[in-house]
Structures are given as structure tokens and as C-alpha cells.
């Protein structure tokens, strides 16, 4: 193993171990725990403007930092010159590309507009990737203030488990997808490729209202699908080590392994695949739309 990967294992080690110890020194046993107060979105920073409401809070806070992540990183490691050796940095910034390139849009967008809409899937890969592995390191962000007085004990969220995130980027593939598939076949031929060529007259109505609110379903599905999918992976730790938390006995120990079972879990498998299916869907979705002929 080389110094890297095994500093890379100390870190995630100690994250898994704040992530779960630091909330029970806070609670204390037999204390009273709602999973629920974890995901509150209470405004740090109240910006209500009456039609729209900008106020910092949790989730917000969590994407300035996934956004600063990127930014960073990418500007850090152009900045120091891309080399036929590549550094550390380079190798993980030209797996990110290539995966993007090969992997999400290379199979579903048409030759077309490749360069039109990649660069906004490989924004939206790396988006909602760095936003659910952030999720998963234990930050002083954490309702309760047992611990920490000022800023509240450690705890695990993540915006994506907020389901105004995730219809807010499922909002953008839709506009995106319409917005080519308008350009493609105009506004009308859009709405005309929703029935296929040779249909009954008899059954064309129903074809059409079965595909249109096929398209509005996608809205929904490609929202609730990763909501879903991250919200129930960190209730399923924070429940589990909750149960060590409010035991607090020898059989609360029991919850632990469970614990770190799902948080190894959701941090290799799931989050990565979330972001992947994300962006392979909405690339599906617009390349779809970009198609001459359905």
C-alpha cells in the first residue's frame, strides 16, 4: 500500500470514528434522539426576500463547499501545469474527465452535441459526487450543542438528501433536454416526435398524454431517485448509531458494527453510483431530445 492510500485509510478511519463517537459524548446515554433534527435546514443566515428565499443553512453550506472543492482543485492543478508525468492531482482530475467522457457522455449523447452538453454533465457528475462524499466526513454542523456550544457536535449530512436540492438539478436536465429537444425539431416538432410515426388516429391521444407525462415523470423520478437513495443511507447510520448512543450499555456496542458496515457502504458504492446514474440519466435524457428521428 503505498504512504497516499494508507493516509487516505488513517483519515477515513478517524472520520468513521468522530462521525459516531463524538455524538454520543454530546447525547450521553438514555438521552433523547430524533433522526429527523439531523436533516433540519433551519437558515444560519437569513436571507428571505419575500418571492425568493436565498438564506444560508445547511445544505446551502454543504454545496458552497462541494463548489469550492472543484473549483480549487481544478484551478490548483491547471495552474501548476498538466505534465507528460502526471502528478497526484492531474491523475485524479484526468480519471475524472475521461470517466465523465467515456462512461456518461460518450454513450448517450449524439456526435452532434457532444460539445455542446458535456461539459454541463461532467459539472453535474462532479456536482453531486463530491457533494455525497462530503456527506460522509463528520463536520461541526450538527444541531445539538452539548459539545460544542457554538457551532453544535459532529454529524453526518448531505445536501443531496434534501429533496429541493435534487429537483433543483433534475429541474436544470429538463430544461436542458426540452431546450434541445425544441431547437432539434422546434416547439411544435417536439411535441409531434412524442407519437410515433404510423400510429392509429384512434389511439393517438392517449400515445400522446402517456408520453408527455412520461416526460413530466422524469422530473420526479430523477429527483426522488437520488433523494431517496441518500437520505435513507445516512438514516440508516445515524439509526444505527443512535441505538449505541441511547443504550448505552454493552448491547448498545451492538450497533456500531452495523454502523460502520452501512457508512462504508454508502461511501464506496453508493455515493459514487448516485452521481453516475444522475448524469447518465439526464445525458439520456438530452441526447434523446438531440435525436433527428425517435
Known sequence: MTPFMRRIRI?????????????????????????????????WVDLNLGFVDLSINKAVFYMLISSLIIILFGIIVVRGGLKMRPTKGQNVLEMAYE????QVAAVTLPERVFKKWFPYLATLFLFVAVNNLISFIPIPASPHTDTFQVVGDLGLYAATAN???????????FVAFLWEGFGTHGFFGYFKTLVPP???KGITPFIFALELLSQ????????????ANMLAGHLLIIMAAG????VGSLLGVLGIPFALFFYVFEWVLVAGLQAFIFALLSGIYIGYAAQSEH
Open 243 to 246: 441505538f449505541s448512543i441511547l
Open 216 to 227: 413530466i415523470l422524469r422530473l420526479v423520478s430523477l429527483s426522488v431517485r437520488l433523494f
Open 163 to 173: 429533496i429541493n436540492v435534487t429537483f433543483a438539478l433534475a429541474l436544470m436536465t
Open 198 to 200: 404510423g400510429a392509429s
Open 99 to 102: 470517466f465523465t467522457e467515456q
Open 11 to 43: 483519515w477515513l478511519l478517524l472520520g468513521i470514528g468522530l462521525g459516531l463517537a463524538v455524538p454520543a459524548v454530546g447525547l450521553g446515554a438514555g438521552a433523547a434522539f430524533d433522526p429527523a433534527e439531523e436533516f433540519a435546514t433551519t437558515a
